[in-house]
C-alpha cells in the first residue's frame, strides 16, 4: 500500500501538460513507491482513458465551498482554487499528501523527498516566492514622493476580500507564499485552517487566487507551523529565468552555488509575441549557461 500521493488537477486544454508532468515523475525510480493521483475538472473521455494507464485514481473536482454562478462563468478549471484544500476528502487512503500544479514539472527527485519530509508532524511544507535576485517583492505608489500605497499581492487579494484591514495589514509585506506546490499530512490542522479561511476568502473575492490567500492567511495569521523549502522546490520562471548547465544537460538556479531546479513551475506563463509557452510547446526562450553562453530552450518537460 502506497502511503504517499502526488496530486494535480486539469481540464481538458491543460491536458498536455499535466501528461508532461505525469511524465517527469514517472521517469524516477522512486516514484513506483508514490502513488499519482488526478483530479479531473473537465478533461474528455479519450484523455482520461490515456491517464488510467499512468496514475493510480482519478476523480472528479467538486465546489467543495459552494460558490455563487456569476463568478464560476463556466469556468470549471477554477475548481483547483477550492478542491485542493479537500484532497483527504478525495483521496482519503494516503498518510501524505503532495499537491504539485499541472503547469509545472519534476527535474529532481530531491525536491519531492523534502516536501514529504517537510510535513511532518503535522507541518506545512511550502516555498515563499522571495529568494537571490528578486528584486521586488511589494509594489507601492507613492504619493508627493513619502506615501506609500501598498499594492502587494497579499495585501491588494486581502483587501478585496474583505477579511479586515487589520489582517490585511499583518499579510502586506509577508513574503508571498505560491501554493502551486505544497505538502501536508492527512491528520495535520492545516486542512481545517485552510478550509475555515478559504470560506472566508470566497465570500467576497474573486475565485482566483482565493486559496492561495486563504494559505498565508493560515501561515502569518493562524501561526500554522511551516517547514520553508528552497526556491528550486517551486521554480516560477516567470519571477527568474534559471540559467542552463550544458555539461549536466539541466536547469539551475542562476546565482552561485547554481543549485539544480528540483521543481519548474510555469505560473503565469512565458510569453512570447502573445503566446504563452504553456500552450505552444516550440516557444523557446534565450537562457545562459553557467559558461556564459546563450542557449535557446524551452522550460517545458521535454523527454
Known amino acids: 500500500m502506497k502511503k504517499n500521493v502526488i496530486v494535480s488537477l486539469a481540464d481538458a486544454n491543460y491536458f498536455p501538460l499535466l501528461e508532461e508532468l505525469i511524465n517527469s515523475i514517472k521517469k524516477f525510480k522512486e516514484s513506483e513507491k508514490v502513488a499519482i493521483c488526478i483530479l ?11 491517464l488510467l494507464n499512468k496514475v493510480d485514481e482519478i476523480k472528479t473536482a467538486e465546489w467543495d465551498i459552494e460558490v455563487p454562478d456569476y463568478k464560476v ?6 475548481k483547483s482554487q477550492v478542491s485542493r484544500a479537500f484532497l483527504p476528502k478525495y483521496f482519503p487512503n494516503y498518510e501524505k499528501y503532495l499537491w504539485i500544479d499541472c503547469d509545472a514539472w519534476v527535474n529532481d527527485w530531491n525536491s519531492l523527498e523534502l516536501y514529504f519530509k517537510a510535513c511532518n508532524n503535522g507541518k506545512l511544507g511550502i516555498t515563499q516566492t522571495i529568494g537571490p535576485g528578486y528584486k521586488i517583492t511589494s509594489k507601492v505608489n507613492w504619493l508627493f514622493g513619502k506615501l506609500a500605497i501598498i499594492k502587494s499581492q497579499n495585501f491588494k487579494h486581502a483587501v478585496k476580500s474583505k477579511i479586515g484591514y487589520e489582517k490585511a495589514r499583518k499579510l ?3 513574503p508571498h507564499i505560491n501554493i502551486g506546490v505544497f505538502s501536508l499530512e492527512k491528520n495535520s490542522n ?3 485552517l485552510w478550509q475555515k479561511n478559504l470560506l472566508q476568502t ?14 498565508n492567511m493560515s501561515v502569518y ?3 500554522l507551523e511551516t517547514e520553508f523549502l528552497p526556491l528550486n522546490c517551486n521554480w516560477i520562471t516567470s519571477n527568474l529565468l534559471p540559467k542552463y548547465d550544458e555539461k549536466q544537460n539541466t536547469f539551475v538556479e542562476p546565482y552561485l552555488p547554481n543549485y539544480k531546479i528540483g521543481i519548474m513551475h510555469l505560473a503565469a506563463g512565458i510569453w512570447i509575441d502573445g503566446k504563452d509557452m504553456r500552450v505552444d510547446k516550440s516557444i523557446k526562450i534565450e537562457l545562459e549557461t553557467l559558461d556564459k553562453k546563450k542557449v535557446f530552450k524551452s522550460l517545458r518537460y521535454n523527454i
Open 172 to 174: 502586506a509585506f509577508a
Open 73 to 78: 462563468k463556466n469556468k470549471e478549471w477554477l
Open 202 to 215: 470566497l465570500k467576497s473575492g474573486n475565485i482566483f487566487g482565493s486559496e492561495g490567500l486563504a494559505i
Open 190 to 192: 492545516g486542512w481545517s
Open 221 to 223: 495569521i493562524d501561526n
Open 40 to 50: 479531473d475538472a473537465g478533461l474528455t473521455i479519450e484523455q482520461k482513458k490515456i
